[in-house]
């Protein structure tokens, strides 16, 4: 008879009852506002694998658009922590047990990953005690419809050319899957930041996130190193499961994502249960084909842009949210709710996802802006969390400090859909912002309109400071058909 694994942590990290158990993941589920539109584009998604009270809402993000789905065969990398594992080891054959069931491996998909990689072998032992993949099995099981099947891949010594070699191996195989008719998901599991304070997890995990967005192993492995060297008190880690982001991104390279999105990104001191002096973080991310993430079509946009423009007061209010966001970033607490008035002023126009940026100016001068071109969020989830990421996570500015609060004007864009144009002599200076994409969807950046009156630039400094500061492209990449080009307005509440 082939082996069935037993579970390690249920009743730890997750509870051990069938009902409470599903309970507790479809409460997760359902909080996720809005649920996000399935994507046929997504290639993989990273997730954490903490204790559910810990990092289960965050969790629920990379699960969220796969609800309903069917998926064949889903394969799970993640870290080893207890046994040391020499290049990557694959659970061959056998089951998993949850307290919803046992989930079946694809014995067939492990033995063909031994035969393309010789960094991957056989091997039970490391997948015993560990939790990384394991508490992700409750979440497929409530998340998708019907039966699926898993491969098991744990790491955690792989070098530059072992992840690298892995990442093909993987994408070779899922392909060969495609191929046949038989839907994948590949799930890669790993946490962030490990054990320093919730100020520092959030410059540490901001600047991992921005590596991880440019889609190159090689800037996390730079980020890594640059952050493990800094002295910052207690950092125990970057993330603990490097080895399998690296093969991850890899593997998802090679089937074709482009497009990187962090849906959502917290730390254990966002949870009841947290300490801010002693946090880990977590964030959920798609990799998906440019383009693959369904959002608020321009009717919904204008129905909402609509509506504030008639509702000054709820303007206020927006800005409020993102005001108090700032702060409790400052202070170190935890960022406040939505006022639930505010939400019931929206309406359902709340549960619409807004590509909104937030804009920090002090004394009239920059002091922070990030956003998103995409809409992931619901308008106050968006709000909130790039209120937060402006005040700590732009490379360009030092985090904001307490002391500065009272000397800060928040400015949200919430932006219109971007149009593809031929050339820079399509753009209209002081009206459109500015998205380049490099012609391989590698690198891109974007400028804000704002960004025209603030800065006094031509046409020649603003699209050479796009493509070289917010893309990392040749300043006249505009120029040599280096770029796709599309332009888009927004709506200013300040």
């Known amino acids: 008879m082939a082996e069935t694994r037993t579970p390690a942590v249920a009743g730890q990290f997750y509870p051990a009852d069938p009902k409470e158990l599903t309970q507790m993941i479809e409460g997760l589920l359902e909080d996720v506002s809005p649920p996000l539109t399935p994507s046929e584009a997504i ?5 954490p694998h903490a204790g559910y009270v810990y990092s289960g809402a965050v969790a629920a993000h990379s699960f969220t658009p796969f609800r309903g789905q069917s998926i064949d065969t889903v394969v799970l990398i993640g870290p080893s922590h207890r046994i040391p594992v020499n290049g990557a080891a694959v659970y061959p054959s056998g089951a998993f047990r949850t307290p919803l069931g046992d989930v079946p491996v694809d014995a067939a998909f492990s033995a063909r990953l031994t035969e393309l990689s010789g960094w991957i072998r056989a091997d039970k032992i490391p997948h015993g005690p560990e939790h990384s993949l394991e508490v992700q099995l409750p979440f497929l099981q409530r998340a998708l419809k019907g039966d699926f099947k898993i491969v098991a891949v744990v790491s955690n010594s792989l070098p530059p050319q072992g992840t690298q070699d892995v990442g093909r191996a993987l994408a070779r195989a899922i392909s060969e ?13 790993t946490d962030l930041t490990h054990y ?42 970057v993330m603990c499961g490097d080895d399998a982001l690296l093969v991850g991104m890899t593997a ?12 959502k990104y917290a730390t254990s001191a966002d949870s009841p249960h947290g300490e801010a002096d002693r946090v880990v973080g977590y964030a959920s991310i798609v990799f998906q084909e440019a383009g693959g993430t369904e959002q608020a079509g321009e009717p919904a946009l204008s129905a909402l842009i609509d509506f504030l423009k008639s509702h000054p007061e709820t303007e206020r209010k927006l800005l409020n949210l993102a005001r108090a966001a700032v702060a409790s970033q400052a202070k170190g607490a935890r960022t406040p709710p939505p006022d639930p008035e505010l939400a019931q002023e929206l309406g359902p126009l709340a549960q619409t996802l807004v590509p909104v940026f937030v804009t920090l100016r002090k004394q009239g001068r920059l002091r922070g802006c990030i956003g998103t071109r995409e809409g992931h969020m619901s308008l106050l989830d ?10 700590c996570r732009d490379s360009r500015f030092r985090p ?54 603030e800065t006094g630039w031509d046409m020649e400094e603003f699209m050479s400071e796009l493509c070289s500061q917010k893309a990392g492209l040749p300043p006249d990449a505009w120029k040599r058909g280096q770029v796709d080009l599309f332009v888009f307005e927004v709506y200013k509440i300040e």
Not at 43 to 47: G, N, W
Not at 197 to 207: L, N, R
Not at 221 to 227: A, E, G, K, N
Not at 252 to 262: C, H, N, P, R, S
Request: hydrophobic share 40%; aromatic share 4%.
């Open 177 to 189: 899957y495609t191929e046949a008719g038989q839907k994948t998901l590949l799930v890669i599991s």
């Open 400 to 453: 904001v400090e307490a002391s500065e609060l009272s000397q800060l004007d928040v400015e949200l864009s919430i932006l219109s859909g971007s149009v593809p144009v031929e050339s820079a002599d399509e753009i209209e200076p002081g009206v459109h912002g500015v998205r380049v994409q490099s012609k391989d969807g590698r690198r891109s950046g974007v400028f804000l309109p704002q960004v025209w009156e």
């Open 382 to 391: 968006g709000v909130s969390h790039y209120a937060v990421l402006s005040s």
């Open 252 to 263: 998802a390279k090679e089937l074709g994502a482009t497009d990187i999105q962090v849906l």
């Open 43 to 47: 290639r993989a998604v990273v997730v």
């Open 196 to 237: 320093p304070s919730e100020a520092d997890a959030h410059e540490v995990d901001g600047a991992a996130l921005k590596a991880i967005e440019t889609g190159d192993p090689a800037e996390v492995r730079r980020c890594i190193d640059q952050w493990m060297s800094t002295g910052t008190k207690n950092l125990a880690c």
